[in-house]
């Protein structure tokens, strides 16, 4: 009965390769997020996505590829591993807000630490 | 421009000591929320408590409370009588409105609390 799910939780690869995380919510949520945290724990968002469309790309480099096959799922590709793409990356979700200004609380799932050799 | 910022990057305390985790955010938003989450050295995000900008009453919940002062710009976290089980790093995010915003929360650099025996 996990909330927020992500899976793998631990991925190591080499630079270069190609991987995906999953992510899945059963709350029900309209809108999933993707955060990094960094080695020094500061944690930024990536994405954010309501019913499977995208709201928000901060500035994340084009070899992340996030996919929302529906609302329940937000997956992320990342193409071309990069040293600098070791982190851990947390998924989230959280419910629009009914007078329809935005999204409410966030709830993580554990994260999935991505190492790059 | 949004900011989060949480001063105190490490704070160490006896068992039963009081402890406050302080907070400072800058928007220029009139309606945004505020939020603080725990993690754990297991190294989930936990949720522990969210108010919006015009809520200013403070709240307790068991050993925690909350401190929201506008005219400051503040949102401090205190644990009365700490436990070794509150070591962990507290994370103070605002989350700002509007369905543009995508709900994303820009989170402080985290303060590590460290509660010994």
């Known amino acids: 009965d996990t909330a927020v799910s992500q899976t793998p939780k631990y991925l190591v690869t080499q630079m270069g390769n190609d991987k995906s995380i999953k992510c899945e919510q059963n709350?029900?949520?309209?809108?999933m997020y993707w955060y990094k945290q960094d080695s020094k724990k500061f944690l930024k968002i990536m994405f954010s996505?309501?019913?499977?469309?995208?709201?928000i790309n901060e500035t994340v480099p084009n070899r992340f590829s996030p996919k929302s096959p529906d609302k329940a799922h937000l997956n992320l590709h990342i193409n071309s591993l990069e040293l600098g793409d070791s982190a851990v990356y947390f998924c989230?979700?959280?419910?629009?807000?009914?007078?329809?200004?935005?999204?409410?609380?966030?709830?993580f799932g554990p994260g999935t630490r991505l190492t790059v050799l | 421009a949004q900011k989060v910022t949480q001063a105190q990057t490490e704070i160490s305390v006896v068992e039963k000591e009081d402890v406050t985790l302080d907070c400072v955010y800058e928007?220029?938003?009139?309606?945004?929320?505020l939020f603080w989450y725990k993690q754990p050295p297991s190294g989930e995000l936990v949720f522990l408590i969210r108010?919006?900008?015009?809520?200013?009453q403070n709240e307790i919940s068991g050993r925690y409370s909350w401190n929201f002062q506008k005219s400051t710009s503040s949102f401090n976290f205190t644990i009365t009588a700490s436990q070794v089980v509150d070591s962990a790093v507290y994370f103070c995010?605002?989350?700002?409105?509007?369905?543009?915003?995508?709900?994303?929360?820009?989170f402080g650099q985290g303060t590590e609390l460290s509660v010994k025996p």
């Open positions: 108010r919006n900008s015009f809520d200013e």
């Open positions: 989230a979700s959280s419910q629009d807000r009914s007078d329809g200004s935005g999204a409410d609380t966030q709830y």
């Open positions: 709350l029900g949520h309209d809108t």
């Open positions: 995010a605002l989350s700002e409105d509007g369905y543009n915003q995508g709900g994303k929360l820009i």
């Open positions: 928007t220029r938003d009139t309606t945004y929320y």
């Open positions: 996505y309501n019913n499977k469309e995208l709201i």
